[in-house]
């Protein structure tokens, strides 16, 4: 899976340009421009993502009230549904 920035860095680079701006709210709507093209060519990844933490036991930990997470050593990200798409360390 492709996300935005990177087709923006790929058109940015096919097209011969050397450096890149912050888009703009024009920039959205110019169908001949870097942002309106990478965006209209990636798979949309709408929908909720969660985050799981693991302890070295493998027992899930949550999240304290002020946001850390103490003894994790491993992240699973997933989508809404449960499917995991990305996990911290990499598993080999």
């Not at 899930?60 to 995991?84: D, M, W």
Request: aromatic fraction near 6%; charged fraction near 25%.
């Amino acid at each position: 899976m492709t996300l935005a920035p990177a087709r923006g860095a790929r058109i940015t680079q096919s097209d011969g340009n050397t450096g890149v701006r912050p888009a703009n709210g024009d920039d959205a709507k110019d169908k001949k421009g870097v942002y309106y093209r990478a965006h209209r060519s990636v798979v949309d990844q709408g929908g909720i993502i969660n985050e799981r933490f693991y302890d070295a036991q493998g027992g899930e930990i949550e999240r304290l009230p002020n946001g850390s997470v103490s003894g994790a050593v491993k992240l699973i990200y997933t989508t809404g549904n449960n499917q995991p798409f990305h996990t911290v360390p990499k598993q080999r």
